[in-house]
């Protein structure tokens, strides 16, 4: 079995483009862990950079810039939802990298066009991106194969026309999972272990939000690659239900796609799968609509040791953690990371995403008391 170092100069010779600052920070929340009894600790993917917010994206886009560099690639297409913390770290990535970045975001038909630019939407247009809006009916576009279909189709025949232009262009899908990336997280873990034993910690658990299927595939093959005994949990922000876009087969597809990367023989499927622990029951009402506990782990984790995590992942991700410290399926005197993927540009959101991030229980009686007239 390779041991870290191994496993690192195995990654190592894959094609890179740096672009983040790595290793990322790894520290104690040592309020938190005082509180509950339990040893927590933060893996800071929403810091590396190379823009002040960032997140577990900049990872993939390293491998995936470093291939397509290779490859002669002038141009990068890529796709989510309009408030993406993944294109705007795909932009920041080409920027880099000098390669051009073109945007086609979805946003629901409810929300009507964008008002004005916030979040990672103005951080995207202040790189410049070319942005192309489709609307969709429903916050999540995946939920339709045909939507899907229409999406992809769109970028498809951009990339053709480009094409036809001499430009050589590169479809990243949503969420920058592209196989070419999956390897990137492998590294998360090494460092995440290696950062732990310089604090003499043994981790008993990895938490981390999942969504698009990314980070846990490259980190999970890590694991099992090193043998290493922590367990991962994933808290889910969309349905991981079989048959789905996104479920369990894919991410031990994609563990697979990991070991082929390195040229190593892959786990049993059996095997992958086993490991696979996800929690669905912090999605909350729908993607993008905050969580009364989202809103509550949001406020806990900045009042105790100020840290931000966000409304539509890294927030529902920690409630998730914190509910299953508060009843006992991370036991006491335990050591657990949080894998901090990233997601703070949305907290400057509109409302409706963001959720009620300044209410306090005793909010009406001092506003109250402070403004010493009547309520409005
Ligand atoms: C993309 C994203 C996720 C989900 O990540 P996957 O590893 O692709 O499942 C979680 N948190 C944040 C902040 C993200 O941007």
Redesign the pocket.
Known sequence: MPQLAELEHLVAKLPRRRIGFYPTPFHKLENLSRLYGVSFFMKR??MAGPGTIS???TRLAEFIIGQALKDGVDTIITQGAYL???GM?FVTAARVAGITPILYLTRDERQGSVAEYRGNLLLSQIMGAETHFLTTVGAAYWNSTDEKDRIVGAMEAHAAKLQTEGHKVLIVPT???HPYGFVA?ALTFTEMIEQAGALEVELDYIY?????????PGMLAAKLLTGHRVKFR?V??NSYRPGGW?NKDVIVDRVKQVFQALNLRPSSDEEIYNEIDIDERFIGEDYAVPSVEGTAAIKELATSDGVFV?P???GK?FAGLLDHVRTGRVEKGSSVAFL????TA?LFEVSGVVGDVTATSQAPHRRETRAGTPGP
């Not at 981390?208 to 846990?216: E, N």
């Not at 901090?340 to 997601?343: L, P, R």
């Open positions: 993917e929403d997140g577990s994206k993406t913390n993944s770290q969420g920058g999972a997280h981390h939000t999942a969504g698009t299927g990314t980070a846990l994933s889910a922000i996104m966000g539509i992942y890294t991700g901090h993927t990233g997601d949305n």
